[in-house]
């Protein structure tokens, strides 16, 4: 072990200071980094109160292990910090409680922050890494500005281990203040003050920035500290909430919201987004909606995951802002799959507190259904994250609807009113010429190895598999310099061949081939679902995986998509459709239209493929090990029930068991209700085994949850 020296032995309050400094930042890193600890807490709360008697104002006070420069070190999320599900109306809310969450009794409701998200790794009580939330799984160690967050504790009142997360805001009064001449809004600001690189790299201090908890996750033993007690148990979300705020961390809310049945349920969750919609102007800090939450954490567990959000959340969002601007031009732009997209250029504007230039006029339908023309006095929309949209033409625009703009970086906007005229709609690729066709109201390039796809689809692949050393100024150069024809070229880049791009050295090149080297093994779902097929995202390609095993099954089920379909001896077709599609419409939420979707796909790319399963290691899907004891057995459900479908039927996939919506002989069980109607009738004659509703709760092992025995001392809706 690499000991630091001795304690100094004479009366140099400066020799001692950093003889202190030393002892703490090296016992720090083998305790909170290591869990090597080597010096008792009480040993080595002593060196703390020593040196904050001696120097109250050390930087090492501030600090526990050793922070990493803001942007310099990436965080693999032990807990994956996903987004949420999207709504902005209140039919959305409705479906939302009666059907995504089954028919969910009790939410939690916070204030959406507009803000950037932060996770908070506490260690034994004591802060050792914050880390902005980048693509979800990975993002940017900042620990370094966390702790001068003014609010952010450097222990709290708990010696375990913890990830708290939440949103870093910047309240409007100091805003206004201090950066309204200097900075858009205070998202921006927030979020690029957490990863400046000094004090003095930025426009703002973070001691200016809030943070406001809305979650906390507790690792499990394997990855906990040793010395860490073992995570306080909740039934619902609420109480982890309020167990924050005695650890001593700011929420963002905690409103409870519960109710008997759907209606009731759905007026008091609107009526809450209303009280937010009146209250958004005097906030404290800037919101843009409400998170809703269901709050019985069991039934979380129940309801899983999409891939990319929790199926038990949802953000609220308010209604969209609306703006003026002038239509100045437009630019079409060719995508992965090969869309050509028309992007307007319009004057600059402010909606919803952010600058916009370019907004999206979706296809050429769009354009046609507005009968737009360039030089157009034009309403634009933006909805949350969502890129801004034209909905409407006003009129001709004149000069004077050019005044008084700005770009976001405040310069005067001071182009000329464009001449009028009409948009023309292409004929061919703009970026490789090919010939373009029609396919409903889009217009697409079918060259798989034009630049723009090209392009595209190298980033979407690096953003799939977690490459943050390929971005869109390098993806341009890689395949305008010829070195990456098609998306294999990448396996066969070296350092040379990227260094001697511009703004290229030989450490960023180097990083790159080490990215794209770790990225050689992979599983088959991650490979399928980075290729980017048209329609197919990631929670399609696992299930896709899982099922076929193998590249060489999937591969054998591409040749077979074109086969004819067995007959008899009368000549009438056995099945409705052939192998390859019967054995990917097996597949839970894979239909006849995302089955050819699947194998089309694959096959006009079949010798990128066949190039990349050359160049890569593609396990197989590992078999989920929560399968459970209904692995292997197929239910359907019919007639009236005491709980709602959905909800029997995710009692049933959590346990391996798979759930089918008609009758065959592949059924293994029919869940019968009251008036069950034919299907309990075809189940008879076909021998299939029928189960009543008690039956299958004692086939599940389920244990019922009483909302009533909990008591909920939490802020309810009569509160506001």
Known sequence: MNMVDERPTGEDKRELVSWLVEQISHHSDLYYNKAEPVISDTEFDALLSQLKILDPLNSQLERVGSDSAPGTKKVNHLFPMRSLDKATGINEIKHFISETTSQG???????????????????????????????????????????????????????????????????????????????????????????????????????????????????????????????????????????????????????????????????????ITEYWTEERQDAKWEIDGVVIKLDLLSKRDLLGMTAHHPRWALAWKFPPEEAITVLMNVDWQVGRTGAVTPVARVAPVTVSGVTVENVTLHNPGEVSRLQISIGDKVRIVRRGDVIPKIIEVIDRANISDMDGRNHSDGTIFNEELPNYSSIIIPSSCPRCSTKLIEDGAFIRCSNLNCPSRLERTILYWCRALEMDGIGEKLAEQLCSQGLVQSLPDLYRLNVSDISNLERMALKSATNVVNELEASRNLTLGKFLSALGLPGIGPEIAISVATKVETIENLLQLVALRTEEIDID???????????????????????????????????????????????????????????????????????????????????????GGKVVSSISGNLNYLIAGESAGSKLEDAKKLGITILSEDELNKILKLKKLSLESSVNTQKSLNDF
């Open 105 to 271: 009794r009790q939410f939690v409701c916070q204030p959406k922050l507009d803000g950037s998200a932060l996770s908070l790794e506490y260690r034994r009580g004591r802060l050792v890494r914050a880390a902005t939330r980048g693509n979800g799984s990975r993002g940017e160690d900042v620990t370094a500005n966390a702790r001068r967050i003014l609010n952010v504790p450097e222990s709290i009142n708990w010696k375990g281990d913890c990830h708290i997360r939440g949103e870093v805001v910047m309240p409007l009064s100091i805003f206004r203040e201090k950066y309204s001449s200097i900075a858009p809004n205070p998202r921006n600001l927030a979020a690029g003050c957490l990863r400046q690189k000094s004090l003095q790299a930025g426009k703002a201090k973070a001691e200016d920035l809030i943070f406001l908890a809305y979650d906390v996750k507790f690792p499990d033993i394997t990855t906990r500290h040793p010395d860490s007690p073992s995570p306080p148990q909740f039934t619902f979300d609420s109480e982890s909430n309020n167990w924050l705020s005695s650890v001593g961390i700011e929420i963002a809310g905690n409103t409870v919201v519960f109710a008997d049945n759907d209606d009731i349920m759905s007026q008091n969750i609107v009526s």
């Open 569 to 655: 001896a009368e000549g009438k077709p056995l099945h409705k459709h052939n192998r390859a599609i019967r054995e990917l419409i097996e597949i839970d939420g894979v239909g006849e239209t995302v089955a050819n979707q699947i194998l089309d796909g694959l096959g006009i790319r079949i010798e990128i493929v066949l190039d990349l399963s050359q160049q890569l290691q593609i396990y197989p899907e590992l078999k989920s090990a929560s399968g459970g004891h209904l692995t292997g057995s197929t239910f359907c459900i019919t007639g009236t029930l005491t709980r709602p479908r959905k909800e029997i039927a995710l009692s049933i996939k959590a346990r």
